[in-house]
T-cell receptor
Framework: KAGVTQTPRYLIKTRGQQVTLSCSPI?????VSWYQQTPGQGLQFLFE???????NKGNFPGRFSGRQFSNSRSEMNVSTLELGDSALYLC?????????????FGEGSRLTVL | AQSVAQPEDQVNVAEGNPLTVKCTYS??????LFWYVQYPNRGLQFLLK??????LVKGSYGFEAEFNKSQTSFHLKKPSALVSDSALYFC??????????FGAGTTVTVRA
C-alpha cells in the first residue's frame, strides 16, 4: 500500500507570493491533517479535513487555508508569504482521525521563503 | 488545556545501553498518549500509543513506554539502544478536540 505522498518536496518562494502544497493520503484514509514544523516552534497543528469538511483548525492566521477533495486528496494554501512561513509542512492521514491517534505522515514539503 | 512536555532536548547514550526519553503530560480527562519518531529529512513514524489497559505499552523497533498516572508521565524506553535509533522523538497527547498536540521533541544520539 502506497504511503502518504506530498508534493512538491522542496520549494522556494519570495515574500508576498502564495504557495499550494498537495497531499495524497493512504488509500482508504479519509482524514488528512496538516502540521507546520519549525526548529523554534516544533510541530504546530494547522487543520484537519475529514470527508471534505474541515473538522479542526489550529491557531494560524487566515492566510493559511486548505481543502479536501472527494478522493481524500488535500491541498493547503498559504497566501502573502512571510519569512516566518519557512518550514517543513507535514501532512498526515488516518482512516477516521480522532482517538485512534495513529497518523501516517508524508515526508513533508520544505518551504523556504526569501 | 492539554499539553505535553519533553524536559530533555537531547539524550546521548552508548550503543547497547538502556535508552529513556521522558515525557510528562497534562490533560483534563483520560490521557491518550503517543510516541512518534522522525529520522532526518523524513516524516514522523508512529511508535506506540496508550489509550487504556496495561501501563506498559510495547511498540515498534523494540520500544516500549510506561504510563504512570500518578506522575503524569509516559516515558519511552528501549533496553538496548542501537546507533540506528538516533533520531528525533516526539511525545503527543490527544486533546478534547481530537487534535494531537506534540511535545518539542528530544534528539537521541546513540554512539557506537
Amino acid at each position: 500500500k502506497a504511503g502518504v505522498t506530498q508534493t512538491p518536496r522542496y520549494l522556494i518562494k519570495t515574500r508576498g507570493q502564495q504557495v499550494t502544497l498537495s497531499c495524497s493520503p493512504i488509500s482508504g484514509h479519509r482524514s488528512v491533517s496538516w502540521y507546520q514544523q519549525t526548529p523554534g516552534q516544533g510541530l504546530q497543528f494547522l487543520f484537519e479535513y475529514f470527508s471534505e469538511t474541515q473538522r479542526n483548525k489550529g491557531n494560524f492566521p487566515g492566510r493559511f487555508s486548505g481543502r479536501q477533495f472527494s478522493n481524500s486528496r488535500s491541498e493547503m494554501n498559504v497566501s502573502t508569504l512571510e519569512l516566518g512561513d519557512s518550514a517543513l509542512y507535514l501532512c498526515a492521514s488516518s482512516f477516521q482521525g480522532g482517538d485512534t491517534g495513529e497518523l501516517f505522515f508524508g515526508e513533508g514539503s520544505r518551504l523556504t521563503v526569501l | 488545556a492539554q499539553s505535553v512536555a519533553q524536559p530533555e532536548d537531547q539524550v546521548n547514550v552508548a550503543e547497547g545501553n538502556p535508552l529513556t526519553v521522558k515525557c510528562t503530560y497534562s490533560v483534563s480527562g483520560n490521557p491518550y498518549l503517543f510516541w512518534y519518531v522522525q529520522y532526518p529529512n523524513r516524516g514522523l513514524q508512529f511508535l506506540l500509543k496508550y489509550i487504556t489497559g496495561d501501563n506498559l505499552v510495547k511498540g515498534s523497533y523494540g520500544f516500549e513506554a510506561e504510563f504512570n498516572k500518578s506522575q503524569t508521565s509516559f516515558h519511552l524506553k528501549k533496553p538496548s539502544a542501537l546507533v540506528s535509533d538516533s533520531a528525533l522523538y516526539f511525545c503527543a497527547v490527544r486533546d478534547d478536540e481530537d487534535k494531537l498536540s506534540f511535545g518539542a521533541g528530544t534528539t537521541v544520539t546513540v554512539r557506537a
